[in-house]
Structure formats: C-alpha cells, structure tokens
C-alpha cells in the first residue's frame, strides 16, 4: 500500500520500488529502482577562452545512478537519502523543505569525490518549456539542450551558415543556437510551474526526451527551487518575488529616441542638429566613445579608460548641460574592465584589485589586439573602487545613463580574491557587475532615475539591472543572429524574470561580408517603436552600415517611428509598471495572454506589447505583405482600421506600417487611433 506524506503544498508518495514527490498535485519527479531521478559522477573539464567565445569539453570519468533511496519524514521536513548499491554507504543527502508557496530541495555531498550531478525531472509528450535566460533561436525549449554559461553569442550562431563557418575559421567566434549572453538556470513549464536551480556552476539542461528533462550540473547544486502557479502571468510573478525585478524606467526614457553617435563634440552636434531640424524627437545621445577610441582589425572600438577624453570631445563638461537644457541626456559607456595603457588599470593593480594568476603575477585578457585587467569583485575593496570610479567619472561628470557592456569574459583560470574557483564565479560575474552599477545608483540618490543597459547576466540581474539589450547581432536578416533573433531574446529573457529588454536598431556586428542595409535598418526601428526603448548603434565599422540620417527618407522614417513610440507612452509606462510591481514583462509572449490557444505556444517571432497590442515585425528582406497569426478575439489592423477575429491572416505591410493589432476592448482605443494618424 502506498504511503503519502502530505506537507503543506507537496507531499511524497512512497510506493513498494520508490516514491514520487508533487507538488499542488503536479508530479515532478519520480523515483524508482530501476529508473533512478539522480546520477552523480566525476569529471574532468578543459574550458579555454578565445575573446569571449569558450571551447568547453568534458572528460566524465564516472557516472553511476542513485538506485536506493530511504525517505525519513520528521515534522516539517522529509529527507531522502541516496546509494549506489544496496549494501553501499550514503552518497547523497536531499531535504525537501516548504519554502512559502514552493518546495525547496535542498542537497548534502556525501561523497566528496562527486563533481557531476544529473536530475531526471517527469515530463509529457506533449508539455513545452520556456526560459533558461535570453534564448536567441529558440522560445519554446523542448527538443533541444542548452548549455548554460555566459559568453559571446557568437557572430551567426548557426553552424549551417557561411558566415558562422567564416567566423569560426578566422576568428573561433561562430557561435551555437544555445550560445548566449544571459544563461540562467531557470525553465517554466506549460504543466505550470517553475524550475530554478541555485548553482553558478557550467549547467545543460536537456529536454530532448519525451518522459522526462535532464539537468546536467557540474556541482551538486546547493538547492532546487520549484513553484506552481494558475497562470504563467502568476508564475513569473511569484518566480520574480524569489529573484527581483526592475524598476521603472525614469520618465524621460520615453520622450525620443537614444541616438547612438559617435566621432566627437562637433560631430554629435552637427547630427542633433540635422535630426532636431527634421523634426526627430531626441530622447538621448549615446555617446559610446566618450572616453576615446581605438581601431583594430575589428573596426572602431573604445579606449577602455573610464573617464572623460577632452580631446576626442572638447567641451563636453559643458555641452552635456546645454543638451540636457534641450531635454537631450546624455548617455556613455562603461565595463568591467581596466585597458592596460590607462591610469585605472595602473591604480588598481598597484592596489592589488585585479585578478591574478594562480601564482599572483598579472594576469590580463586579450580583447581583440589589446589587453586588459578583470577588476576582482569579490574583493570587496576593489568593488568599492570601482563603485567609486562610476559615481566620480560618470554619475558626477552629468552622464544619465551608459551601456555597462560584457560581464562575460571572466577568464577560468584566474586567481580570485574569496579562494572561489573561477569555473564556479564565471556565471555569477554579470550579477556582480550588474550590483557594481546598482550600488553605484543607490549610493548617489540616482536608481530609478539613470539607466544602465546589460547584456550580459545570469540569476540576480533582475534586481540590478533596470534594463536589458539583446547583444551584438549581425546586420543580417538571419533568423539566429539578426533582426528577428531579439524577439524570442526578449520573450525568453522576460520569462526568467527580466522583462524589459530592447536592442541595437540595426544590428551592431558587420563581418565577412555583411553591411547593414538601409531596408533592415528601416524595419529595425518600426519593430524598435513597439518595444520599451529606441536605441540606435552606429555599428562595429559605421562606414559599412546604413544610419539613420544616411538619407532624408530615412530621417522621415525615423521621425515617424519615433512619433509612434512617444504616442505610445503612457500605454508603455503602464506596462513597465507592471513588470516593476508584479514582474510580468512588457513583451510577452502570445500564450501568456491567451493560454487556451494552443497554437500561440510555439508562435517565437510574434509578440504581445503589454496586454492590448500584438505586433508581428517583418524579419524578412523585400516584403510587403506578411501572414500574422491572430489568437482568437476581436483585433484591430492599427493602420487600417479593418477588424479580425484570429487566425492566420494576410495583410499589406509596407515600410513603414509593421503589422501590429491591437484588442478591439482595450481601454486604450483612443490612444491607439491617434496612433495610427501619424503614419
């Protein structure tokens, strides 16, 4: 007879060959002789890095399955513990804990050799799973593993294309569907709940088989954290409760475009000036240079010496004031890392504040044909530095806001001031680096009111970092890499709790052969004005990429998108707020809001903008008609006015008027028709 301990929402079920542990009556694992849920085992990895991208392999010596398990219960607490063989001593200890809503599965190491853990969880046939950080190929997860470590994307990111084979050839950067530069430990699943798992050791979570998901990790995990929700709108918020979220945008986020410019002072105003004379509502200029620049065989790169260069922007301590009295902020560019030609780099290692060998020599990193030093956050000396290096060069110089760029690079074979091995720090850099910016904010009076923009991040950005972007994708049309890559991006990432998120309009990465032409740009930025900010880049080798002010019809294009993003601003506040409050993000995918239609769950390149606007980009060269997948419910063509019901519909699409709908029963109608008045 079976034998069920009932705590306050799990209870585990003990059966004559094992047990199954449920929660809010969802079976997540299962427990049996002769089909185990843990392996643990040994092994040996080689992971080296080339500027960002990370060969990784591994040697697995040993993987043996846990086949006896003995479940202890004792008040509030049920222990498991685990051996190999039935005569054998305990290898494992697991505790499952109520922790509020959620069951907490917490781990003891026994055997001090194990390095390798393996967790089978159940699954159906037909369940999806969503999440695991910022996907860039893939929304719903189900048929693939992902390796989750934070690094380079990758430039194509599909071993099947010429320019992914091209940048591995040259440059060992080609990339993988799964590389990304916010991993997270974290999935959700349509049998609704929530897995996440505190580790920052390498992770891959497999979900390729019909009967169950397995979660590779190369640590016992400290714990295993799931919760269930009614909704997945309830999900994310309970799963954001657990791990942040962002603040609002400061209000002026929402008055113009950010316009990436760089070459100087007189070269910025000459374009502020073209734009505000066409009639471009400017929000920002973006500034990514302001500390000087270097040129590599890459194309234009920065002088990683994080303070005002007066000669490549003579007068810059005061024109930012006279911008900022024309409504313009300015925005600049920081990372975590000290060029080794600056007086930073100079400071911090005569301070001892950077990473070192493992004999304590110097240890600097190859960024592309110059070398620099990785400031050592765990030291809590040297994050105060450089807390203090972003609150005196930027906070105090006027700057409203800056791209805090990489975060991913932290080397595996440095030397780190808590004893930590770097393999166990790697993904847990971004975080630090985010919380370097954060306290920076907090300590000067600014959070909520400055924006910083990440790329990369792992479990702890939510609460750090008050806004993402998508990275570094090639000025290609390509479904991995280029412009229809940020929209599963943005949907995976505001899955795992960061839900504001935005990207270079254009594109940023022109290698081998690819040069921004100027209809992506175009449909970039009508795609850019249905999302949380407008932001252009300039690109890696401008002179090989389409501008915004390349042309007067381009100019036009501009000012028209940026109009309907400004118009759009109080619907867009309301839904920032939203994910501020309850952390349900401000582009979602289509399920989230119409969870009954099966066919929204596999719809990546499609997205809700907040809960009244469907907005379904053209990712594709040389269209001017798109096939938009309506759920079922009364929409609105925004430009046209004409009503549909759902279903796969066909309508005209040209530059200039995306296909986007919204619900017919929005509170927000009037907003909405004025909006279509300014195309």
């Known amino acids: 007879m079976d034998k069920q301990l009932v705590m306050k929402s799990f209870e585990v079920v003990e059966h004559d060959n094992g047990f199954d542990v449920l929660l809010e009556g969802t079976l997540l694992f299962s427990h049996q002789t002769k089909r185990p849920f843990i392996f643990v085992g040994s092994g040996e990895e080689s992971i080296d890095m080339y500027r960002g991208n990370f060969k990784i392999e591994d040697y697995l010596e040993e993987r043996v399955p846990l086949r006896y398990a003995k479940v202890l219960h004792n008040e509030d607490l049920i222990t498991i513990t685990l051996k190999r063989f039935s005569n054998d001593e305990d290898v494992l200890s697991i505790k499952l804990e109520q922790d509020q809503e959620g069951l907490r599965v917490s781990f003891d190491r026994l055997d001090k050799s194990i390095n390798r853990f393996w967790m089978r969880l159940h699954a159906d046939q037909e369940e999806k799973v969503y999440g695991c950080g910022e996907q860039l190929s893939y929304l719903n997860l189900r048929g693939k593993n992902f390796p989750l470590w934070t690094s380079e994307p990758g430039v194509g990111r599909n071993k099947n294309t010429y320019t992914t084979w091209q940048a591995d050839v040259k440059d060992k950067a080609g990339g993988d569907y799964y590389n990304t530069n916010f991993p997270q430990p974290t999935f959700l699943s349509t049998r609704k709940y929530f897995c996440h798992v505190e580790t920052t050791a390498y992770a891959d979570f497999d979900f390729r088989q019909e009967s169950f998901h397995e979660l590779q990790i190369w640590e016992v995990p400290q714990s295993i954290l799931f919760e269930c929700g009614s909704t997945y709108k309830e999900l994310v918020t309970r799963l954001t409760a657990r791990l942040g979220r962002q603040p609002e945008l400061p209000d002026w986020t929402y008055e113009g475009i950010w316009l990436g410019i760089q070459g100087g002072t007189e070269k910025v105003q000459e374009k502020i000036d073209h734009a505000l004379n066409k009639g471009l509502k400017v929000g920002a200029v973006w500034c990514q240079d302001w500390q000087g620049k270097r040129i590599t065989s890459f194309g234009k790169r920065l002088m990683w010496n994080w303070k005002w260069n007066p000669e490549e922007y003579p007068n810059l301590d005061t024109k930012i004031h006279e911008w900022k009295s024309q409504g313009i902020k300015f925005l600049g560019y920081i990372n975590p890392y000290v060029a080794v030609e600056g007086h930073l780099y100079k400071e911090a290692k005569e301070k001892g504040y950077l990473a070192t060998k493992e004999d304590g020599s110097d240890y600097v990193v190859d960024f592309g044909e110059f070398y620099c030093g990785v400031v050592d956050f765990t030291n809590e000396e040297a994050h105060t530095w450089y807390v203090s290096v972003i609150k005196e060069n930027l906070i105090n110089f006027g700057l409203d806001g800056w791209m805090a760029d990489f975060g991913e690079y932290l080397p595996t074979d440095v030397k780190l001031s808590n004893g930590v091995s770097a393999k166990v720090m790697h993904n847990a850099w971004p975080a630090m680096w985010a919380k370097a910016n954060h306290?920076?904010?907090?300590?000067?009076?600014?959070?909520?009111?400055?924006?910083?923009?990440?790329?990369?991040?792992?479990?702890?950005?939510?609460?750090?970092?008050?806004?993402?972007?998508?990275?570094?994708?090639?000025?290609?049309?390509?479904?991995?890499?280029?412009?229809?890559?940020?929209?599963?991006?943005?949907?995976?990432?505001?899955?795992?709790?960061?839900?504001?998120?935005?990207?270079?309009?254009?594109?940023?990465?022109?290698?081998?052969?690819?040069?921004?032409?100027?209809?992506?740009?175009?449909?970039?930025?009508?795609?850019?004005?249905?999302?949380?900010?407008?932001?252009?880049?300039?690109?890696?080798?401008?002179?090989?990429?389409?501008?915004?002010?390349?042309?007067?019809?381009?100019?036009?294009?501009?000012?028209?998108?940026?109009?309907?993003?400004?118009?759009?601003?109080?619907?867009?506040?309301?839904?920032?707020?939203?994910?501020?409050?309850?952390?349900?993000?401000?582009?979602?995918?289509?399920?989230?809001?119409?969870?009954?239609?099966?066919?929204?769950?596999?719809?990546?390149?499609?997205?809700?903008?907040?809960?009244?606007?469907?907005?379904?980009?053209v990712h594709e060269e040389g269209k001017d008609k798109w096939t938009v997948y309506l759920p079922e419910d009364q929409w609105v063509h925004l430009w046209s006015g004409v009503e549909y019901n759902g279903g796969y519909v066909e309508v005209e699409a040209p530059v200039g008027k995306p296909p986007v709908f919204y619900r017919k029963a929005t509170k927000h109608r009037v907003l909405f028709e004025r909006v279509a008045t300014i195309i």
């Open 439 to 617: 306290d920076a904010l907090k300590e000067s009076g600014r959070w909520g009111d400055i924006v910083y923009f990440m790329r990369a991040g792992y479990t702890g950005n939510q609460k750090y970092c008050p806004l993402l972007w998508a990275g570094d994708q090639s000025v290609d049309w390509s479904l991995d890499d280029g412009l229809a890559s940020v929209i599963p991006a943005a949907l995976s990432a505001g899955l795992s709790g960061c839900g504001i998120s935005h990207s270079d309009i254009g594109g940023y990465t022109s290698l081998h052969g690819n040069k921004r032409s100027k209809e992506l740009l175009l449909r970039w930025a009508e795609m850019a004005a249905f999302t949380p900010v407008m932001r252009t880049h300039e690109g890696n080798r401008p002179d090989d990429c389409f501008q915004f002010d390349g042309d007067d019809e381009t100019l036009d294009h501009f000012v028209k998108m940026t109009n309907v993003y400004v118009e759009l601003g109080p619907y867009l506040k309301e839904a920032v707020k939203l994910n501020a409050t309850e952390g349900i993000p401000v582009q979602r995918p289509l399920f989230m809001e119409y969870e009954e239609d099966e066919l929204s769950y596999d719809i990546k390149y499609q997205y809700m903008l907040g809960s009244d606007i469907l907005v379904a980009p």
